[in-house]
């Protein structure tokens, strides 16, 4: 199992599978983005296969975390934790400080990795993510300094 940087060709070919019947940003968005300066993708791989995928921006000491998603099917077994945790370790060796993200308040799995990983929650974005039904939910801010990680190693 290995932690791979993706280029906008290598996302397209492999990730297509992760990306679908699922809330959050699509894989077209998200491909757009590494056009973009600054943003940056892994994919988790073991024997050719995307486990799954995390994207975020760095810009100086400050980065940003767009979207952690792992295979339906294989989730609950460490794969997130690694992906976010192995990340984490590439970002504070390009000298950033803190990771900022915002996750759905009804997003009980990523709320509780990100918990665990350190992040903090810092603030809250009212009715900020559309719902099926026409309602709408907060977003709940976190952050996350990179010294209180490597504390965690
Ligand atoms: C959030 C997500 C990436 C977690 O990945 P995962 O591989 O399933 O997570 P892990 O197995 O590494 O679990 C790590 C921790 O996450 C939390 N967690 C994961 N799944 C959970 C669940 N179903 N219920 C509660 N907590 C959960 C737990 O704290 C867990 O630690 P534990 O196993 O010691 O209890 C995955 O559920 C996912 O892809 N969700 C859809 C996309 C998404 O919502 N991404 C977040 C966008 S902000």
């Given at each position: 199992?290995?932690?791979?940087?993706?280029?906008?060709a290598?996302?397209?070919?492999?990730?297509?599978?992760?990306?679908?019947?699922?809330?959050?940003p699509?894989?077209?968005?998200?491909?757009?983005?590494?056009?973009?300066?600054?943003?940056?993708?892994?994919?988790?791989?073991?024997?050719?296969?995307?486990?799954?995928?995390?994207?975020?921006?760095?810009?100086?000491?400050?980065?940003?975390?767009?979207?952690?998603?792992?295979?339906?099917?294989?989730?609950?077994?460490?794969?997130?934790?690694?992906?976010?945790?192995?990340?984490?370790?590439?970002?504070?060796?390009?000298?950033?400080?803190?990771v900022?993200?915002?996750?759905?308040?009804?997003?009980?799995?990523?709320?509780?990795?990100?918990?665990?990983?350190?992040?903090?929650?810092?603030?809250?974005?009212?009715?900020?993510?559309?719902?099926?039904?026409?309602?709408?939910?907060?977003?709940?801010?976190?952050?996350?300094?990179?010294?209180?990680?490597?504390?965690?190693?």
């Amino acid at each position: 199992m290995t932690l791979q940087p993706l280029t906008t060709a290598q996302a397209e070919k492999t990730l297509g599978a992760l990306y679908v019947e699922e809330t959050g940003p699509t894989l077209h968005f998200l491909v757009g983005l590494l056009s973009q300066p600054h943003y940056r993708a892994w994919s988790l791989v073991a024997e050719g296969h995307a486990l799954g995928a995390i994207w975020y921006q760095c810009v100086e000491q400050q980065a940003e975390l767009l979207d952690l998603r792992v295979s339906r099917g294989l989730r609950r077994s460490g794969y997130g934790r690694t992906l976010l945790k192995e990340t984490l370790s590439v970002i504070g060796q390009d000298d950033v400080r803190t990771v900022d993200l915002e996750v759905r308040e009804s997003n009980v799995s990523a709320r509780s990795l990100y918990g665990k990983m350190g992040f903090e929650l810092t603030g809250r974005r009212q009715n900020y993510y559309p719902l099926p039904t026409g309602e709408r939910e907060d977003a709940i801010l976190m952050s996350l300094t990179l010294q209180a990680t490597e504390k965690l190693e």
